[in-house]
């Protein structure tokens, strides 16, 4: 006799039409506590709708593991649908490239989850190519190098990442110099053409000049930035995951500002692509012409309160609350995953439809959760993470689709996890 399975992230009316199809396993229910606990039936999370989803608990508890979990259902669901699914993760800390590579050490483990340990070979893995020479000696593989195209950032994206005020000496030359090469060039220009149009202004002190120039000159080191870029479509494959891989710029004394910087012109790009295709998705429905379109989007984010925080600005801020908050319509999900949830931008929280935790300690953070629990959820967030196995993995699921809240144990991961310790399950005990 089949074992029901639990659906999460799926309103009523979807569940009735389509039931399970179009859901990705992502672990089991757990039933009790303590000792007592035990694991029981399947949990499924819808993929075939937009939803932002918020992964968080304290370092080391599973977060990026549960959201390579995501990753690998998502491209094993069946070729109809996984067609019009493109993942695209962002990795700040360089965990995510040992995907390709099957989860060998954990085959006892997957074997008890009637798993097997599988290689991601849709996987495809990014660098930015500034950094080629970097990875081809230290011995890592990559798949392609990226670049993104100077002229799609703003005059204030370059002021916020430069820690500068747009309202300020250093601000204002910017904003005269990108309005300048946008309305000659267009988008398409260079940071030696912006450094140029510097050097060239007659109106700015030559120490206000002096300081901009040497700023842009660090951005042409960082290795990410060209006149054209590589073109989004490169990275929204039907199917495919694509690994963003950023962590090398923790190096940098401007490491996060640079990161924001590339995090929010991805956001930016990938908003204005899927605005286009739901276009041509729409005129396909009522023209029944069929028309190729890019397909719908999966940004998943690591520490995503540098990024978007609650308090103060960053270069990706902007961008990224736009997808947050429109991004349904033209198909966009966001799962943000984060250690302080308390620090992360209030409309992230508020808009979250699904709120994975792993264990949290910090009072400040379960109140940011009990502050966008709904009315229905009567149980209290602290006593439920305290019912918790003390195991890598357990969790909560918070669904404001279903109204529900589960206990949830993620399933084994059957690609290689690089990111800390490899176990995320116990091998004996709850998890025989």
Not at 43 to 59: E, Q, S, T
Not at 174 to 190: A, C, M, N, Q, W
Request: with cysteine; aromatic share 8%; proline share 4%.
């Amino acid at each position: 006799m089949a074992v029901e399975k639990i659906v999460v992230g799926r309103n009523r009316e979807d569940l009735k039409k389509f039931g399970s199809t179009g859901t990705v396993y992502i672990g089991k229910h757990i039933v009790g506590t303590g000792e007592e606990a035990h694991l029981t039936n399947p949990i499924c999370m819808d993929v075939v709708r937009p939803h932002v989803i918020l992964i968080c608990g304290k370092r080391g508890s599973g977060k990026s593991y549960s959201a390579g979990v995501m990753a690998e259902e998502m491209v094993a669901l069946p070729k109809d649908i996984k067609q019009n699914l493109s993942i695209l993760m962002i990795d700040t800390m360089g965990i995510y490239w040992s995907m390709k590579k099957p989860n060998e050490k954990e085959r006892g483990l997957l074997e008890r989850w009637n798993l097997k340990p599988n290689a991601m070979k849709e996987m495809r893995f990014f660098i930015p190519k500034g950094w080629v020479k970097e990875y081809e000696k230290a011995g890592i593989g990559f798949d392609f190098p990226f670049t993104l195209p100077t002229g799609e950032l703003s005059a204030q994206d370059w002021v916020i990442t430069f820690g500068f005020n747009i309202l300020d000496e250093h601000g204002i030359l910017t904003e005269r110099v990108i309005k300048k090469l946008k309305k000659t060039f267009g988008d398409v220009y260079s940071i030696d053409q912006i450094i140029k149009e510097i050097e060239n202004d007659k109106k700015a002190e030559q120490k206000v000049k002096n300081a901009l120039i040497s700023r842009f000159m660090a951005a042409q080191g960082w290795g990410v930035f060209e006149r054209k870029g590589t073109p989004i479509e490169r990275f929204l494959q039907p199917g495919k995951i694509s690994v963003i891989d950023i962590s090398h710029y923790l190096r940098s004394s401007t490491g996060w500002s640079v990161r924001t910087l590339v995090i929010g012109l991805f956001a930016r790009r990938i908003f204005q692509t899927r605005l286009m295709a739901r276009k041509k998705e729409e005129v396909e429905v009522i023209t029944g012409e069929k028309r190729k379109s890019m397909p719908m989007v999966w940004m998943i984010m690591d520490e995503a309160h540098q990024f978007i925080p609650n308090k103060g600005v960053t270069a990706a801020s902007e961008p990224v609350l736009t997808l947050i908050k429109e991004g349904r319509e033209p198909g966009i999900s966001q799962v943000l995953i984060t250690q302080i949830p308390n620090k992360l931008h209030s409309d992230a929280l508020a808009q979250s439809d699904l709120v994975i935790s792993h264990r949290l300690t910090s009072e400040a953070d379960i109140k940011a959760l009990r502050g966008i629990m709904q009315s229905y959820m009567l149980e209290d967030i602290q006593e439920l993470i305290n019912t918790l196995p003390r195991q890598k993995g357990s969790a909560i699921i918070l669904d404001d689709n279903s109204e529900r809240i589960y206990s949830l144990q993620v399933r084994p991961r059957i690609s290689w996890h690089a990111g800390g310790s490899p176990k995320a399950i116990k091998e004996k005990g709850l998890f025989d």
